[in-house]
């Protein structure tokens, strides 16, 4: 009789300790579930606003270099030979310029803003003629109230797009190739250049004649 109660008192303790585990695991799941679940609306402001603000340099330096560059073709002098390259790097030297501006994150009191590696720029010259892409890792934590984000990583990099200007288009004859047929000068975003016959008239792989 005394064995029986002994077991009896053993069973109970393991279903007091089952069910402990049980309840335990679930406030575990709920908990892992519901931060899934949060949708990107719930990001504050606050934090949403850095990203804004880094962006908004990153296009700042894009449009500079994409004037600075557009100015390129293929005449046997060019200024950016290699136009995806040479219009990442005058991005990256237009940004690096403006870091401590960019970077300054004291006009955000309500956030802790941490830069996690080197900067990384990239252009992209589209299929789309006159378009350039510009992609950005610069992985950025931002904190609030116990909360982290990032920005600027390799999954979500920051992005700029520029068109650049139709006056790129340069009035000249040209063969199926884009190869000139002519001697022609011309200016394009306040530049002088000369074509002559079997010169390339192109910005990249992209024919410009018109």
Same mark, same amino acid.
Do not use: W
């Given at each position: 009789?005394?064995?029986?109660?002994?077991?009896?008192?053993?069973?109970?303790?393991?279903?007091?300790?089952?069910?402990?585990?049980?309840?335990?695991?679930?406030?575990?799941?709920?908990?892992?579930?519901?931060?899934?679940?949060? +949708?990107?609306? @719930?990001?504050?402001?606050?934090?949403?606003? %850095? $990203?804004?603000?880094?962006?908004?340099? &990153? *296009?700042?330096?894009?449009?500079?270099?994409?004037?600075?560059?557009?100015?390129?073709?293929?005449?046997?002098?060019?200024?950016?030979?290699?136009?995806?390259?040479?219009?990442?790097?005058?991005?990256?030297?237009?940004?690096?310029?403006?870091? +401590?501006?960019? @970077?300054?994150?004291?006009?955000?009191?309500? %956030? $802790?803003?941490?830069?996690?590696?080197? &900067? *990384?720029?990239?252009?992209?010259?589209?299929?789309?003629?006159?378009?350039?892409?510009?992609?950005?890792?610069?992985?950025?934590?931002?904190?609030?109230?116990?909360?982290?984000?990032?920005?600027?990583?390799?999954?979500?990099?920051?992005?700029?797009?520029?068109?650049?200007?139709?006056?790129?288009?340069?009035?000249?004859?040209?063969?199926?190739?884009?190869?000139?047929?002519?001697?022609?000068?011309?200016?394009?975003?306040?530049?002088?250049?000369?074509?002559?016959?079997?010169?390339?008239?192109?910005?990249?792989?992209?024919?410009?004649?018109?």
């Amino acid at each position: 009789m005394k064995k029986k109660g002994q077991i009896t008192v053993f069973v109970v303790i393991g279903i007091i300790i089952l069910t402990v585990v049980i309840i335990t695991l679930y406030m575990f799941q709920t908990s892992i579930s519901s931060k899934k679940a949060a +949708p990107f609306e @719930t990001i504050p402001p606050a934090v949403l606003n %850095v $990203e804004k603000y880094v962006t908004s340099c &990153l *296009n700042d330096a894009l449009e500079s270099a994409a004037a600075y560059c557009s100015g390129h073709f293929q005449t046997g002098d060019p200024k950016c030979p290699n136009y995806e390259e040479d219009i990442a790097e005058r991005a990256r030297e237009d940004f690096c310029n403006c870091i +401590p501006e960019c @970077t300054d994150f004291s006009m955000f009191p309500d %956030v $802790e803003v941490e830069i996690k590696e080197d &900067l *990384n720029i990239k252009a992209i010259l589209t299929g789309k003629k006159g378009i350039v892409k510009i992609i950005m890792e610069y992985p950025i934590l931002v904190k609030k109230r116990g909360d982290e984000y990032f920005f600027g990583t390799t999954e979500s990099p920051f992005f700029a797009q520029h068109t650049l200007k139709q006056s790129s288009c340069v009035p000249i004859i040209t063969d199926g190739n884009c190869i000139a047929q002519e001697s022609k000068t011309v200016e394009v975003l306040g530049i002088l250049f000369t074509f002559n016959p079997g010169q390339k008239v192109a910005i990249g792989a992209n024919c410009i004649a018109c």
